[in-house]
């Protein structure tokens, strides 16, 4: 995805501003036809394609929004909707100058101002307690806990396609340290588990119609990370390989070193450099839900800092690249939380220090959290983890032949037919924890 570090020529950026989008096609489509340099070539063919991700983002046109916003926000009106239209609080884009609203509009509102979170009715709050009482056990001096987990994730397709084969990757508990013993409980294909170190699929195939189902039921222990640190022992370390640029997201733009530099100050300790970036971040970017990281064409760590707010993946990619700017070499890890009610996709982050070695860090838990809590997820991680994947925008095996839907992670599994991609608006996913027991 190196291409995206290319600016899209200014008239086609004029045109989508304005939400032109067919508009902006027809000159994307004219520029194709001539001769281009190879990273541009690239950056304009993934631009037809974002802009249909794009527009499947903001699937609510302003009637059907004003009613969602008025059915699930307690005494909401048409009026307030205009008042929240007119201070910029509700997430929408202009196409064929219609306003459209993004799918998780109501949602975001809810973290922009709390007040529209005790309105709001599928507010999740068992959950959190759950959580919370497990980290203040550990922070009272209980030892870590081993769990076994049982899970299992469903993809469905929503329709035919004419096409051949249906190939699909679905995410997969990874081994080592602090998961073990994983074993598939049960799978309704002949599966292949992939070979990469970094990632975990399983790898299936079927016949692309209407209704198709790929499912796995798997199990496995999990160990709460806990850390014990003396900042006065520990020396700096250089792992090259996350110590570099990643683009177009891992960039060291002139933004994050000023920024970092200026959190950082002459703090010389790579312990504390990190948890100083960690407090900044916790304390300043504010949690949101993002659109699809597929339909982003700047880097998502300068829109973090651009505009202080990010889901769990960016709080994280923020950290990341962050560390590596100034010097401690940091990594991406991601995959579920999972905890005796549910499971849903999550991100996180390690830095590493001699030593100690990988010492994990999750900002937008710390984040949503105060005093203490907020300082536990600094150094140590609760065991309500699913881990699949250890490094960002890492390839499959076996290897898709197109763009993926989320080209930077896998949390919820990717299909596609010997043809074209199958986004995300044309297969569901479920996740769905069976039981969470303690072993000790």
């Not at 910029?88 to 998780?104: A, S």
């Not at 919370?132 to 329709?159: C, F, H, M, Q």
């Not at 080592?176 to 170190?197: A, F, T």
């Not at 300068?302 to 590596?324: E, H, P, Y």
Request: proline share 5%; hydrophobic share 35%.
């Amino acid at each position: 995805m190196e291409f995206l570090s290319v600016l899209l020529p200014e008239e086609i950026r004029r045109e989508e501003s304005a939400g032109n989008f067919e508009i902006a096609k027809k000159i994307i489509e004219e520029r194709l036809s001539k001769k281009l340099p190879l990273l541009l070539r690239k950056r304009l063919e993934y631009e037809l394609e974002r802009i249909k991700r794009v527009i499947k983002n903001y699937p609510y046109d302003e009637k059907a929004a004003r009613s969602v916003f008025e059915k699930s926000i307690k005494d909401g009106s048409w009026d307030e909707f205009d008042l929240l239209l007119q201070n910029g609080m509700l997430d929408y884009i202009l196409i064929d100058k219609k306003r459209f609203f993004e799918k998780r509009f109501l949602q975001n509102l809810t973290f922009k101002d709390e007040s529209y979170a005790k309105r709001y009715e599928n507010v999740r709050g068992n959950v959190r307690e759950i959580v919370n009482k497990r980290i203040l056990e550990i922070l009272d001096g209980d030892v870590p806990r081993s769990y076994r987990v049982s899970a299992e994730i469903s993809l469905t397709l929503k329709r035919d396609f004419d096409a051949e084969i249906l190939r699909c990757w679905l995410p997969f508990p990874k081994a080592g340290y602090p998961i073990e013993s994983v074993k598939i409980i049960e799978c309704d294909h002949e599966c292949r588990l992939s070979s990469n170190s970094e990632n975990t699929t399983l790898y299936m195939e079927d016949k692309p119609k209407a209704g198709k189902r790929f499912t796995v039921r798997f199990e496995y222990n999990i160990t709460e990370q806990i850390s014990f640190v003396d900042p006065s022992k520990v020396l700096n370390s250089r792992i090259s390989k996350y110590l570099k640029e990643v683009p177009p997201h891992i960039v060291f733009s002139p933004y994050v070193k000023n920024i970092t530099s200026e959190i950082i100050g002459k703090e010389e300790n790579p312990y504390f450099k990190a948890k100083k970036i960690y407090e900044w971040i916790t304390e300043n970017i504010k949690y949101s839900y993002m659109h699809a990281y597929s339909t982003y064409d700047t880097s998502l760590v300068d829109f973090a800092l651009s505009n202080l707010k990010g889901d769990c993946g960016v709080q994280a990619l923020t950290f990341i690249t962050m560390c590596r700017s100034c010097g401690i070499p940091a990594r991406w890890e991601s995959g579920w939380f999972t905890n005796p009610i549910d499971a849903s996709p999550h991100d996180w982050a390690y830095f590493y220090v001699k030593p100690y070695g990988w010492i994990p860090v999750d900002p937008s838990f710390g984040g949503s959290r105060e005093g203490k809590l907020r300082g536990f997820y600094f150094g140590n991680l609760d065991a309500f983890r699913m881990i699949a994947n250890e490094n960002f925008m890492v390839d499959f095996d076996p290897p898709k032949k197109f763009v993926r839907s989320d080209p930077y992670d896998n949390q919820e599994g990717e299909i596609e037919t010997e043809k074209a991609n199958i986004y995300y608006d044309d297969f569901e996913t479920k996740l769905n924890v069976i039981s969470f027991q303690k072993l000790n």
